[in-house]
């Protein structure tokens, strides 16, 4: 069977290499396509030319209707081919999106290793599907229907490694690979459907890899490709007990030293409430450089709303132990929820102040398929829109109009995938890696002016955020030509701040590209001494 499998490739598409990798081993012939933005379409319907099946990698509800005017192309080219969905957003609508979308065979629901080879063992299309557990397919009268719930793979380590192929991602020379070391998540955010994925499929709801079996990817990555820093994308790489970590990291380390890892880097992420001193101390030995810290809000109010089960002194505690540790740190507020008011907004906006040393982002809480925030407001009446896209308004009008003038004035600048927030913030990521695997004066001086550079972009992104709020308090009626002289000031205000400092990140890569060009990456100054058996010292908790 010859089997096409299509989605977003920013970051090395883990959830299309981990299919790919379980369908090869199956005996199936399988590529893999890049579908990142809409004029991506034409390359994709090209490859597809010779493919059996074709897997859509629909992860994100942002991207739905590209997504269904895609299959709906495919379908129209080669009508004989079965087209199957999967991800996220097309596990929690499986069987909508199967009532209005013809063009879609079968939807996969959440993890699809097993299920996919199996569709892909049987595919042909008409054929009954009704014996393959965690799908949605059509029964004979053309109905949606969902299959019996296939339970989430217990032993990960059952599963190939991902599919590697292709050239490896470098930034700043180093070369990158990004890896899960667990699947699931320990926590249960309002606005994430996680939760919604477990009920519908069962087993457990996080399961952490053996720490052999990682190392043993890591080295295949380091060995073959040359592999330095090491990206977790894991949603939970730490659990909510040091005891725990320090066992885990016991087995990752003696691995690690076995099979010859040195002078790595490593990237996760981090629950404020897992920042633990002796834990994160560890991990730079071992070579962390950088951590996303899931933050969310500034408030007990907004935490709390977000079901972020977390304090507020808990994301300044490891802010500011990451400041001391030397560990690279960023983070994003959702400053915008349903019930944001202005007293919240000031007290993020603080916060951002307090906190503009390290890379930040704001944005706004969406409301997604499957997710507990929508069916809450689904429940109060509040949801506008259908399963490919839901809206909200803001109880408090003022901020409801603050969220609504943002989405125009900030999304070049905060919210575009290469808008100058997001650039700031990855140049801080290569000034990471810059000071860890480059020495020498240029390399200190681009790194100084990497961080005036990403401290001038925070404080013009807060303060424009603060005018703007500052305006809409002030003003009761939007239409007031004051209102709109002022709102067009702060717009070219914000277009000619962002103009100078796109051209200053410009200049700055340039300099990087530079130095990883003319520059070997050294062993790392941070020398790894081992510290094993570290369980024997940690008081459990």
Aim: negative net charge; contains cysteine; glycine residues 6%.
């Amino acid at each position: 069977m010859k089997v096409l499998l299509v989605g977003p490739d920013f970051q090395e598409n883990l959830s299309t290499r981990y299919l790919s990798a379980s369908l090869v081993e199956a005996g199936h012939a399988v590529e893999l396509t890049r579908f990142n933005e809409r004029r991506d379409g034409p390359a994709v319907l090209d490859a597809a030319r010779n493919a059996d099946l074709i897997g859509l990698s629909m992860c994100f509800q942002a991207r739905a209707a590209e997504f269904i005017e895609l299959a709906e192309q495919l379908r129209a080219r080669y009508p004989e081919v079965m087209i199957v969905g999967g991800g996220h957003y097309a596990s929690c609508e499986a069987t909508t999106l199967l009532e209005h979308h013809s063009a879609i065979d079968l939807i996969v629901i959440r993890e699809g290793e097993r299920s996919l080879v199996e569709i892909a063992d049987l595919a042909t299309r008409g054929r009954d599907f009704s014996s393959i557990h965690g799908i949605a397919h059509r029964d004979s009268a053309g109905r949606p229907v969902l299959t019996a719930a296939r339970p989430a793979e217990d032993d990960l380590d059952e599963l190939p490694f991902p599919d590697r192929r292709g050239q490896e991602t470098r930034l700043a020379g180093i070369p990158t690979a990004y890896l899960m070391g667990s699947r699931g998540c320990l926590g249960d955010c309002g606005y994430c459907s996680i939760t919604t994925l477990h009920k519908m499929s069962g087993g457990q709801r996080f399961r952490q890899r053996d720490p052999e079996n990682i190392a043993l990817e890591m080295a295949e990555l380091y060995h073959q490709k040359g592999i330095r820093q090491f990206v977790f994308h894991d949603n939970n790489f730490l659990v909510p007990s040091a005891f725990r970590n320090h066992r885990r990291l016991d087995t990752l380390e003696r691995a690690i030293v076995r099979e010859g890892l040195t002078d790595i880097a490593l990237v996760l992420k981090l629950r404020p409430g897992d920042a633990d001193r002796d834990v994160l101390e560890r991990l730079k030995r071992m070579g962390l450089i950088r951590v996303f810290l899931g933050i969310g809000s500034s408030t007990a109010a907004g935490l709390g709303f977000l079901n972020r089960r977390q304090s507020v002194a808990e994301c300044k505690d490891a802010l500011d132990l990451c400041q001391e540790l030397g560990i690279s740190a960023h983070y994003t507020l959702l400053v915008f929820h349903p019930e944001t008011t202005v007293e919240s907004l000031d007290a993020d906006i603080a916060f951002m102040r307090q906190y503009n040393h390290f890379p930040l982002n704001f944005c706004c809480a969406e409301i997604y398929s499957g997710t507990p925030l929508l069916a809450a407001l689904q429940a109060q009446g509040r949801a506008r829109g259908n399963y490919l896209s839901w809206e909200y308004e803001i109880s408090d009008p003022t901020v409801n109009l603050i969220r609504n003038v943002s989405k125009r004035l900030f999304y070049q600048r905060c919210w575009s995938t290469t808008g100058l927030v997001q650039l700031s913030i990855g140049m801080d990521h290569l000034s990471t890696l810059l000071s860890h695997f480059y020495s020498g004066s240029a390399v200190d001086r681009v790194c100084d002016e990497i961080d005036l550079f990403g401290h001038e972009v925070n404080t013009d992104t807060i303060e424009l955020l603060d005018s703007l709020t500052t305006l809409c308090v002030r003003f009761d009626d939007p239409t007031a030509p004051a209102f709109l002289v002022r709102l067009r000031q702060l717009a070219e205000q914000e277009s000619a701040l962002r103009r100078r400092s796109m051209a200053v990140h410009g200049a700055l890569r340039q300099r990087i590209e530079a130095i990883a060009s003319h520059q070997e990456p050294r062993a790392s100054s941070q020398r790894w001494t081992p510290r094993l058996h570290q369980t024997a010292r940690v008081v459990a908790r």
